[in-house]
């Protein structure tokens, strides 16, 4: 099927970021092969091969149902929760098997963090939200410190800070998801999941969350599940495109159809089903 | 010119290891026990009585609920005179209190101007509060008295051709144990009916409504059809309880177990009262054995109270989720 | 027709007016100091003064048990159903426990003479513990309710910091159904304050001096209602009164007490929901 080599995209992609290097200079956190996801009998997810690299931003776009937000809490064992959840193929965390059954998912969700559509923070006080994991987690030392050290990372310290006590409720929408992005950040994660952060938040909020994930990568790696394309030309490097397949029997799944730059992903598609949907013909 | 740190780090925390922690295991396992406990209690409950009514099982089988005696001194017991004074206490507080209840249900939910309806509502609930000791007392001092001196009469005066209303002589009879649980029963059906009311979808009686109807023709052909499996529910709930209550009845309902009697105007025994009145009194193991008989009828009876309730309301539910 | 319905609730408004001014006028004129801090005489000829301060005791001391017996169990009960069962199990429970519920309390007192007494004697622990089992479905149901209120999103931010499951449902789950659980066990101590079957084969036969020993049998305010309103002796009767009357006003303030928690918690649980 030809392809043109340039095509023109529905999205700008904002071509000031640095190239990347090639990706055999790339180091991987998450080596994922063949990763297939089912609950009960129905499939999400088959066959997803990929990496992801650290201190990037790899974003996972794709139609509602294609299995985005499947895959990514598969990377930290959130489906455990669901029932009659079940995985195989293999996701590697730094070289180490994480799906197996013998892995404590608590362990693996100590390092690598998630943050929600709709922001969840505690019915505690701010200073509660962010110093009550540690606690648990026993870092408790320097407590007020490492509080504040997540409130500044996640650009909510200077709006808090004098009113630290009061209950996390009280803050706006984006706010709450800024202290989310904090009480997550402030256990130390090495990858940072992020499903929808900024879907539920006006405009304003959205850019300043994302603001946060163009100076942040330095320290961590972010994964972000988005329906917003113009979102993933924003702030990702990498970005991978997921779609349906549907089976003979009428069985719909999730598939990883493209990963590439995201440059690439926007500008020259390789795969006509990714310039379909990033061309806005449909989904 | 890569700002990217490209030299490979171990992950700082291992995650291969224990797969269950230990404060999770004792939550779950003291819980879990917990749990286990309160089903082995109902197991037990029914053992116990089972248990203690194994000599007069034995002895008498299932006459015992078809023979009327009731003589300790001779060691002959028969159920079948509390179960006819239940029977008829319950059945009679039901008819007595159903009506009553769903209009006091119709009101709540359709009638009453919205300043009515807050205050209404808190006295019924009121009502349903007070202890059956309470009620027991009020109908010993000011119902029984009251009954005796104007209403018995004139009923049996006006209506002593059914065997029903023969002559009367007390106050403490089947007619105000009858009465009494019926003002027992009311608030519990009054109050579920009142949910199911409220809980016809708008769009329904607003049907009806635009068709011309009037509010009563509409209660009629759409809230009450709309309610009726819940409200079977709810009269089964009373009845149940109507059953079980021992205190009040004892109270006003004369203590007597020579036998059953048409007549409400009599004083009679329910299975409650019986077994309320007579078990610290009780000397010889088959009579202490044949009140646990009694007891064990009233368990199985609640027993199937419960889940017959429970049936309709899973029944009506799925219908309802259809609609 | 709509008539008809007007005149059901004005029965129903006559009939709870007039038991409860009953109650309200002979109890009344009858409640003095007395009946708090006297006890009850035995053969008692003229107009010695006597009270009930044994059986208000006595009840202080079995609902305080009984409460502490049911309380904790409940909530456990509850966490379990809630947190950690399958739906199979969950359902197969809650059905146990409405049968539980429904057990004339005649029969459950039955039961706890069979288990507690024979052998043993009477005892306040034994009264306490019928009791409890009367309260224990109220208070695992009341539980139940509002663990299931809980949001989903609230766990799972706790898990996906890599908090372990145990310290998700003490730390982030529980606290939020504190006001809920305190409503309905307010709730339940209403209900079980007038209560008198459960003590009658296991409370019962209690002296007339004020003991504090549940390890003794205990008088209790119901039953005493319940043995004065059988004496043939009218200042009998109009202690009874007096008794209904403080029993009557107890629940009535431990059910505006509980209605005044649940607001308050729905209000607390409402800011969380936005």
Sequence with gaps: ?283 | MSTFDATGISARRPVTGRRVRPGDLLLQVVAGLAALAAIGLVALIAYKVVDGARLSLSTFGLRFLVHSNWDPVHGRFGAAQFLGDTVVTSFGALVLATPLALGIGLFLSELAPTWVRGPVTALVETLAAIPSVVIGLWGIIVLGPLLRDHVDPALHAALGFVPLFGPASGGSNVFTAMVVLAIMILPIISSISRELFLGVPVELKEAALGLGATRWEMVRGVVFPYARGGVAAAMILGLGRAVGEAIATAQVIGAFDNGFSWNLFNPGETLASKIALDFLGATTKLEISSLFYLALILLVFSLVVNLVAQWIVRRVSRRQGLR | MELLAWLAAAVAVGILGVVVWSVAKRGASELNLDLLTKTPVQFAIGNVKQGLANAFVGSIVLVGLATAMALPFGILIAVYLVEFARASVKNGASLVLDVLNGIPSIVIAIFVFGLLVVGHGQSGLAGSFALATLMLPLVARATMEVLALVPDSLREASLALGVPRWRTTLGVVLPQTIGGIMTGTVLAVARIAGETAPLLFTSSVAGTSVLWNPTQPLQSVPLSIFQLSESPVPADHARAWAAALVLLLFILCVSLAARWLATRSRRKLGRAGR
Aim: aromatic residues 8%; charged residues 25%.
């Design chain 1, 1 to 283: 099927m030809p392809v043109s080599s340039t095509i023109e995209p529905a999205v700008r992609v904002e071509t000031k970021r640095q190239p990347l290097p090639p990706r055999e200079h790339l180091e991987a956190v998450f080596e994922i092969r063949d990763l297939t996801a089912v609950y009960g009998s129905k499939p999400a997810l088959k066959g997803v091969t990929m990496e992801v690299y650290k201190h990037l931003v790899t974003a996972v776009i794709g139609p509602s149902g294609c299995g985005k937000s499947t895959f990514i809490r598969c990377l930290n064992r959130m489906n455990d929760l669901v029932p009659h959840f079940r995985q195989s193929g293999t996701i590697r965390y730094h070289g180490q098997d994480i799906s197996g059954r013998e892995v404590d998912p608590v362990a693996v969700r100590r390092t690598i963090g998630m943050v929600f559509q709709r922001p969840n923070p505690f019915p505690k006080s701010i200073y509660e939200n962010v110093a009550w994991g540690l606690r648990v987690l026993g870092m408790k030392d320097n407590l007020s410190e490492r509080v504040e050290r997540a409130l500044t990372r996640a650009a909510l310290w200077d709006e808090v800070k004098d009113r630290l006590k009061a209950s996390a409720l009280s803050l706006s929408g984006g706010q709450q998801q800024r202290l989310c992005i904090a009480r997550a950040l402030a256990v130390e994660p090495d990858v940072v999941l992020m499903d929808e952060p900024a879907s539920a938040l006006d405009p304003i909020a959205t850019q300043a969350i994302e603001q946060l994930l163009h100076e942040l990568k330095r320290e961590y790696s972010f994964v972000i599940v988005t329906h917003n394309m113009q979102q993933a030309a924003r702030v990702a490097d990498m970005t991978a495109f997921f779609s349906i397949s549907q089976g003979a029997e009428g069985g719909r799944w999730g598939e990883l159809v493209e990963y590439d730059t995201t440059e690439k992903i926007f500008t020259a598609p390789a795969d006509p089903r990714t310039e379909d949907y990033v061309t806005g013909r449909f989904g």
